[in-house]
């Protein structure tokens, strides 16, 4: 008896195993803990169906367990750069998304949300009185700012940096004017903080420091008392479907997270805002490439490059005054025979 027992255990508990649904957050900490709760909070009814939200980096397997379909939650950029490499499924033709949904021409990502991000601290240095909002161009070129400006490495959020490359393009310039943005950014910095719980602790030693984080992180217990700005642009936050077994069932797990009454209740709770048309959009190809140039080429080295140019534009002026003197000393001469 006992034996028969054992094995409708191992069953039942095969038959669960086979049937899990991954929900995976992408997403920095800890916003990516506060989406899960949020997800988990909104969604009851999910823990009845065997779905499980969990946390993971961004560079993780996009698969769920057992080479099973998962929906992967992450910015809009990463999931358009991941479509590159991994297989995302299409969204079926006769999903029910609401209208006012953003889904991306090729129907593999949904685009719920949109991610804004705050300088927090001393931010008399860039605030500017006749617009609202801070450009990350601006950012990068407050030279006041020197070692006093803390932003997350992208090795534990690409935002900012994505968003000042999108500023950039935007404005007309090429990858050579976004590696010269990201520099200007690097020489205000004089250390990188692992993650925003280092960041906040930074900040709690020392109150003159200015910090770029994402605008919910913002609000939070860790940085509400210092002075906030916005900073241009914002991040889409989407989800899709990750191919795999069981992919009809992550559809219908994703379609019910965009209905309003989860997807408006998460935007709530976490701090993101409706998702617009104007959000960051960067070339996908572009996106592994540009991060390989910054840790080679850019991170840490800011302020070395700057002081260079710094050299070069003396010594440029230094030649140009030194040929303006011969100039003058010759045209003297000339007058005095």
Same mark, same amino acid.
């Given at each position: 008896?006992?034996?028969?027992?054992?094995?409708?255990?191992?069953?039942?508990?095969?038959?669960?195993?086979?049937?899990?649904?991954?929900?995976?957050?992408?997403l920095?900490?800890?916003?990516?803990?506060?989406?899960?709760?949020?997800?988990?909070?909104?969604?009851?009814?999910?823990?009845d169906?065997?779905?499980?939200v969990?946390?993971?980096?961004?560079?993780?397997?996009l698969?769920?367990?057992?080479?099973?379909?998962?929906?992967?939650?992450?910015?809009?950029?990463t999931?358009?750069?991941?479509?590159l490499?991994?297989?995302?499924?299409?969204?079926?033709?006769?999903?029910?998304?609401?209208?006012?949904?953003?889904? *991306?021409?090729?129907?593999?990502?949904?685009?719920?949300?949109?991610?804004?991000?705050?300088?927090?601290?001393?931010?008399?240095?860039?605030a500017?009185?006749?617009?609202?909002?801070?450009?990350?161009?601006?950012?990068?070129?407050?030279?006041?700012?020197?070692?006093?400006?803390?932003?997350?490495?992208?090795?534990?959020?690409?935002?900012?940096?994505?968003?000042?490359?999108?500023?950039?393009?935007?404005?007309?310039?090429?990858?050579?004017?976004?590696?010269?943005?990201?520099?200007?950014?690097?020489?205000?910095?004089?250390?990188?903080?692992?993650?925003?719980?280092?960041?906040?602790?930074?900040?709690?030693?020392?109150?003159?420091? *200015?910090?770029?984080?994402?605008?919910?992180?913002?609000?939070?217990?860790?940085?509400?008392?210092?002075?906030?700005?916005?900073?241009?642009?914002?991040?889409?936050?989407?989800?899709?479907?990750?191919?795999?077994?069981?992919?009809?069932?992550?559809?219908?797990?994703?379609?019910?997270?965009?209905?309003?009454?989860?997807?408006?209740?998460?935007?709530?709770?976490?701090?993101?805002?409706?998702?617009?048309?104007?959000?960051?959009?960067?070339?996908?190809?572009?996106?592994?490439?540009?991060?390989?140039?910054?840790?080679?080429?850019?991170?840490?080295?800011?302020?070395?490059?700057?002081?260079?140019?710094?050299?070069?534009?003396?010594?440029?002026?230094?030649?140009?005054?030194?040929?303006?003197?011969?100039?003058?000393?010759?045209?003297?001469?000339?007058?005095?025979?």
């Open positions: 008896m006992r034996g028969h027992l054992a094995i409708c255990v191992a069953v039942l508990a095969m038959q669960t195993a086979a049937g899990a649904q991954d929900v995976c957050v992408a920095p900490q800890p916003l990516a803990d506060r989406v899960a709760e949020a997800l988990r909070a909104a969604w009851p009814q999910a823990l169906r065997n779905v499980t969990r946390v993971v980096a961004p560079t993780s397997p698969e769920g367990a057992a080479g099973r379909a998962a929906i992967l939650v992450a910015d809009g950029p999931l358009h750069q991941r479509s490499v991994a297989a995302l499924a299409e969204l079926p033709p006769d999903a029910d998304i609401p209208p006012s949904m953003r889904v *991306t021409s090729d129907r593999r990502v949904a685009l719920p949300w949109s991610l804004g991000y705050s300088v927090c601290g001393d931010v008399a240095n860039v500017q009185r006749e617009r609202p909002e801070v450009s990350w161009e601006d950012l990068a070129l407050a030279f006041g700012l020197g070692d006093r400006l803390r932003i997350a490495p992208p090795t534990c959020d690409r935002g900012p940096w994505l968003l000042a490359m999108h500023e950039t393009l935007r404005r007309g310039g090429g990858d050579n004017a976004v590696f010269g943005v990201w520099t200007a950014l690097d020489a205000r910095i004089a250390a990188y903080e692992p993650d925003y719980v280092a960041l906040a602790a930074a900040c709690a030693r020392d109150s003159s420091l *200015t910090v770029a984080v994402p605008t919910p992180v913002a609000a939070s217990t860790s940085f509400s008392s210092l002075a906030r700005v916005p900073l241009a642009g914002a991040l889409p936050i989407g989800l899709c479907v990750c191919d795999g077994v069981g992919k009809e069932g992550a559809f219908a797990l994703l379609l019910e997270i965009l209905q309003p009454s989860i997807e408006v209740a998460v935007r709530e709770r976490v701090g993101f805002v409706a998702a617009d048309i104007g959000d960051a959009e960067v070339p996908s190809d572009s996106i592994e490439k540009a991060f390989s140039h910054f840790a080679l080429r850019i991170q840490g080295q800011g302020r070395h490059v700057e002081r260079v140019a710094d050299w070069l534009d003396f010594a440029a002026l230094s030649a140009m005054a030194l040929v303006l003197v011969v100039i003058l000393v010759r045209q003297r001469k000339g007058v005095l025979k």
